[in-house]
T-cell receptor, first 111, second 114 residues
Framework: GENVEQHPSTLSVQEGDSAVIKCTYS??????FPWYKQELGKRPQLIID?????GEKKDQRIAVTLNKTAKHFSLHITETQPEDSAVYFC??????????FGKGTSLLVTP | SAVISQKPSRDICQRGTSLTIQCQVD?????MFWYRQQPGQSLTLIAT?????????ESGFVIDKFPISRPNLTFSTLTVSNMSPEDSSIYLC???????????FGSGTRLTVV
């Protein structure tokens, strides 16, 4: 089955700096790669996703890149703000089937 | 995207008892997914529930412990049976992955077994 590795497990940045979280996946059949943000006590919220026919996608301060050959994808957050502090999860799946999650990255943005 | 109502939101249960968690979706979906999130951990898939057939369980999860019902295309239940403190977790249902929409999650059930 699919195995998703996520790094780093914790990340601390200064407000205004950029944050990058990286994930690798094992199943070349996976074609959908979402990123979720989870705040304490809340459900995961989708922040951005990318499909295998696209190499990069951007939404304001958030971007995701995908390298299908190397089987890795990354989340980039620019101009970080304290409210970006949360746990971020990457996932991979074949669309319509269950998501396989990475272990998560705890992001702390300090003022 | 679909909206999921999940209940209960939290419960404290005695060991040896069972709890049934319900998820109601506002649209018809073929597959529903049940996840467990242990404290400080990631989401782990318990099973995939298809309407009209038995759920498919992941390694480490068995039907006797986590029976699932899927009576129609908008509703599913997960029961946590014969609970022990190790079952204390957040349980989430999820749907999605079709069309232009991503996956969405229910609000979760925070279970504490004492």
């Amino acid at each position: 089955g699919e195995n998703v590795e996520q790094h780093p497990s914790t990340l601390s940045v200064q407000e205004g700096d950029s944050a990058v979280i990286k994930c690798t996946y094992s199943d070349s059949a996976s074609n959908y790669f979402p990123w979720y943000k989870q705040e304490l006590g809340k459900r995961p919220q989708l922040i951005i996703d990318i499909r295998s026919n696209v190499g990069e996608k951007k939404d304001q301060r958030i971007a995701v890149t995908l390298n299908k050959t190397a089987k890795h994808f990354s989340l980039h957050i620019t101009e970080t703000q304290p409210e970006d502090s949360a746990v971020y999860f990457c996932a991979a799946s074949i669309l319509g089937y269950a998501l396989n999650f990475g272990k998560g990255t705890s992001l702390l943005v300090t003022p | 995207s679909a909206v999921i109502s999940q209940k209960p939101s939290r419960d404290i249960c005695q060991r040896g008892t069972s709890l049934t968690i319900q998820c109601q979706v506002d649209s018809q979906v073929t597959m529903m997914f049940w996840y467990r999130q242990q404290p400080g951990q990631s989401l782990t898939l318990i099973a995939t529930a298809n309407q009209g057939s038995e759920a498919t369980y992941e390694s480490g999860f068995v039907i006797d412990k986590f029976p699932i019902s899927r009576p129609n295309l908008t509703f599913s239940t997960l029961t946590v049976s014969n609970m022990s403190p190790e079952d204390s977790s957040i349980y989430l249902c999820s749907v999605g992955g079709l069309g232009d929409y991503g996956y969405t999650f229910g609000s979760g059930t925070r279970l504490t077994v004492v």
